[in-house]
């Protein structure tokens, strides 16, 4: 009896959705994103009919969200790895000032270079601590970068007594970071986005490395004994993670024409949202780099399209947080029922 | 020459392997050898040491003491690295893959096939595709599929397949057909006797006697960590394993309480939940019906129905002759029914807390009903439990880890009987506690039996639930097999029929088919 169900079990009546098509990660992420894409698309339409005279669906106000979302998105792509190997990273907005003082004040001082070398060069050894940390000993990561986000955040106001540190006039190369136009349109931190979005999938979805994390996100026990090096890949990830903050960070300061000391709170909370309403797991083990950039995308229309619309600021954080509550409500349930 | 000779000597051997795991003996001076090109089945009760001798054989445990030989020259096995480049491979008991990922990925999890530092899926499906179908395992389905909407057959499947990727020369199956049906076993079967041919030395362990005669090219015997015996399977001799099985003295030192049984309590009627199909039975007062199982068997799941712990799904439950239907450990409790954990640290106490907080736990509704709570009530809880049950150290205040294995067990009974339930389920109340603690659980079986409670002991120490229990229940694949008086059964004839073997040589009389007398409720 047993015998005959296993004959006639058909891969493509067992595995339904999967049958055929060559690649087999990809059809997969695809039907994931397209609730996403639904639901940006639904948000384009509602905000294009609320938002007065047409004021929403308009090219330069789009390419506005774009560059809006480029800070966001950039922090969240980081903490996907992050979040998908089961960690947390709550530094990443504290590493943003710290990195923005530290490459303006090496900016004054020693040129652009020491200075883009320098922000970047705090904010990875910020995540490699991290890292180190969530490796080699027991302390839970949301303890562990908790410290070393009131750590960060420290740093960055001992810097000039916590006053702003305004980039020099002449510093046309940082300032281009944050505003120059490539092509003449396309602004520079989206630019910047798109090519830490490409790094990063292709890294996650592409290579041996990613094809680990993902292991050790789903069974860190099997990575364990299958030999993949699990501490070595935490603490790069971690520090990868802190890049990212570090490369927003000096976009945020070259935006601002100056480095806060206090800015950059409560970053890591809109980036983790926009990580868990694109579909990353939080247990970890399950997550993709384009739903991460779809996330960020549905958090910035809502953010601008409220805004335009003119709801009070106060009904602005109650949407928002009923948006992400029904997004990982859906995410969760609709995996729950795969699995 | 050296051809020859390599040819000769074992694949595996190791030599008076020992180790101890705090104050258990797990293997004592274990001598074994393993040939190219045989199947040895390495047979045991649960805890005589098979799981540790594969670990150290897999690199991830180490022996105290001992030599381990491989093809004629010694090695030391440091970590499962090494194994893996001697050619070992383990198929745990517990699976050890990624349900987020492929069946591919899994196969090829940490030596992925990439191009330029780029991974190349195709190639990974591709072989993924060519092994399947050099393996012969099509059952395990389309290699895209995650692993986790696998059921557990096919996911073993896959960890067979992995294991069978590469250079093998070892194989270790710990218990692989466990989960596997009739025709899935006999594919693994016929799987296992082409690596044979190829040379390939294989450990199998198992519980199941009826496999051996179709499998086996020798057994070993391993019983409280010492290697009894080795037969050849050209002379084989069932009943003689069943005696190196079980073999210690079974009277003595387990004193059965007097049987004064009273009216029946309890009535259990074709109940079915979660892992228990169809279970009919009765325990009366002062009676200790005994639950003998192998592990896995499904008791604990019996004991989690009857605590309110899984939704029941049909049959009855009759207590005093009143239906009963549960619906949480709250109805079980009201009903007079409590249940003694299998895992007595992650179920039966709060590891972080005192002895005094747990022994009060499950009165809170006597000593803090009100503001303030009654810290009087609750001491005096606290230490009637201590005082009756003799916990050491009986300081309510020390913190609960810091008691030994049997006196946390103790606090787990204690705490239910500030006011004694009818029903106690104990499952496993001896597992990992030393002989004097056994003896003491043993004791405060008695007590409760004398005050007329029901208890349902549930032991995969076959000697121990057989003298400690007035009548017997033996449990297989989620139903009771055969019941009666302890004493009506024999050690062989209990281990023939949990094992299956009774059941095999059954079907073999009738020529019928084995998968349904496995069965017999069915």
New interface residues.
């Given amino acids: 009896?047993?015998?005959t169900e296993?004959q006639e079990?058909n891969?493509?009546r067992?595995?339904q959705g999967?049958?055929s098509g060559?690649?087999?990660?990809v059809p997969?992420a695809l039907r994931r994103m397209l609730p996403l894409l639904a639901a940006i698309a639904a948000l384009l339409v509602l905000f294009s009919l609320w938002v007065p005279q047409g004021r929403f669906l308009t090219a330069a106000n789009l390419l506005d969200l774009t560059q809006q979302i480029s800070v966001n998105a950039i922090l969240a792509f980081g903490l996907t790895l992050v979040i998908l190997i089961g960690g947390i990273d709550l530094s990443v907005g504290a590493v943003v000032a710290v990195a923005g003082v530290v490459s303006v004040s090496l900016l004054n001082t020693a040129g652009p270079v020491a200075g883009c070398l320098g922000g970047l060069g705090v904010a990875v050894l910020f995540g490699a601590a991290n890292g180190l940390f969530a490796a080699r000993t027991l302390m839970p990561p949301f303890i562990i970068t908790l410290a070393t986000m009131l750590i960060a955040r420290g740093v960055a106001l001992g810097f000039n007594e916590s006053r702003p540190l305004p980039i020099g006039d002449n510093q046309h190369l940082f300032l281009a970071l944050g505003n120059a136009r490539w092509g003449g349109w396309l602004p520079m931190p989206v630019v910047i986005m798109f090519a830490v979005f490409l790094v990063t999938a292709?890294l996650l979805h592409?290579?041996?490395f990613?094809?680990?994390l993902?292991?050790i996100?789903?069974?860190r026990?099997?990575?364990r004994?299958?030999?993949?090096p699990i501490a070595r890949h935490e603490v790069i990830v971690y520090a990868l993670c802190g890049a990212c903050a570090g490369l927003a960070g000096m976009i945020h300061a070259s935006q601002l024409y100056s480095a806060e000391p206090a800015a950059g709170q409560g970053f890591e909370l809109t980036a983790i949202a926009a990580v868990v309403v694109g579909g990353t797991s939080f247990s970890g083990?399950?997550g993709s780099i384009p739903g991460t950039l779809l996330g960020a995308i549905i958090i910035g229309i809502l953010d601008k399209g409220l805004n335009q619309a003119g709801v009070h600021f106060s009904l602005q954080y109650i949407v928002k947080g009923a948006v992400i509550l029904a997004a990982v409500w859906y995410d969760v349930r609709r995996r729950n029922r795969?699995? | 020459m050296t051809r020859t000779n390599a040819t000769h000597a074992p694949l595996l051997e190791l030599r008076g392997i020992s180790k101890r795991f705090g104050g258990v003996q797990a293997l004592d001076r274990v001598d074994f050898t393993l040939q190219a090109g045989e199947i040895h089945v390495l047979l045991g009760e649960n805890g005589a040491g098979k799981s540790t001798l594969i670990k150290i054989i897999g690199g991830i445990l180490r022996p105290d003491a001992g030599e381990i030989r491989f093809q004629n020259a010694p090695v030391q096995i440091r970590n499962v690295a090494v194994a893996e480049q001697l050619g070992i491979r383990l198929i745990h008991q517990e699976l050890a893959l990624a349900p987020n990922l492929s069946i591919a990925e899994n196969l090829f999890l940490g030596r992925e096939p990439s191009r330029f530092g780029l991974l190349d899926r195709r190639r990974m499906v591709a072989e993924a595709e060519r092994l399947r179908a050099e393996l012969g395992l099509p059952e395990m389905g389309d290699v895209r599929a995650r692993v986790g909407e696998l059921n557990v057959a096919r996911q073993q499947l896959v960890e067979i397949a992995r294991a069978l990727a590469g250079q093998l020369r070892i194989l270790v199956l710990d218990e692989p057909t466990a989960a596997l049906s009739e025709a899935e076993t006999e594919a693994l079967f016929a799987k296992l006797r082409r690596l044979r041919a190829q040379g390939v030395g294989i450990i199998y362990i198992s519980h199941r006697l009826e496999e051996i005669s179709r499998i086996a090219d020798r057994i070993t015997v391993l019983r409280d960590g010492r290697s009894i015996g080795t037969q050849c399977a050209t002379d084989l001799d069932i009943h003689q394993l069943i005696r190196w099985m079980v073999g210690r003295e079974l009277k003595g030192r387990y004193p059965r309480p007097p049987y004064q049984p009273g009216k029946v309590i309890l009535s259990v009627r074709g109940l079915q939940a979660p892992g228990v199909r169809g279970v009919s039975f009765d325990v009366r007062e002062g009676e200790v019906l005994g639950f003998a199982g192998l592990v896995g068997a499904g008791r604990t799941d019996l004991a989690r129905a009857l605590a309110g712990l899984a939704p029941l799904r049909g049959g009855e439950i009759l207590l005093d002759g009143r239906p009963l239907w549960l619906r949480s450990p709250q109805d079980a409790r009201t009903a007079g029914i409590a249940l003694v954990p299998e895992d007595r640290k992650r179920e039966g106490l709060v590891m972080t807390q005192t002895v005094g907080f747990n022994l009060a736990l499950p009165w809170t509704h006597l000593w803090a009903r009100g503001f303030p709570p009654d810290h009087a009530r609750r001491a005096a809880i606290i230490e009637k439990a201590l005082r009756s049950f003799a916990i050491k150290p009986g300081s309510p205040d020390l913190g609960i880890q810091t008691l030994s294995g049997g006196n946390q067990q103790k606090v787990v009974v204690a705490k239910w009987m500030e006011q004694p339930p009818r029903v106690l389920i104990l499952d496993e109340p001896t597992r990992g506690v030393d002989v004097g603690a056994r003896e003491e659980m043993f004791a405060i079986i008695g007590r409760l039996v004398a005050r007329q409670m029901a208890v349902l002991l549930i032991s995969s120490d076959l000697p121990e639930v057989m003298n400690l229990s007035h009548r017997l229940a033996l449990y297989r694949d989620g139903c009771i097999v055969r019941q009666g008086f302890a004493t009506d059964f024999t050690p062989e004839e209990v281990m023939m029929e949990l094992t299956g073997a009774a059941a095999g040589a059954q079907s073999e009389a009738h020529d019928g088919s084995p998968a349904q007398e496995r069965l017999p409720h069915v």
Wanted: net charge positive; hydrophobic share 50%.
């Fill in positions: 009896m047993k015998l296993l079990d891969p493509a067992l595995f999967e049958a060559r690649a087999f990660v997969a292709l592409g290579t041996r990613g094809q680990h993902f292991a996100g789903g069974n026990e099997a990575a004994f299958t030999g993949i083990g399950i795969k699995l």
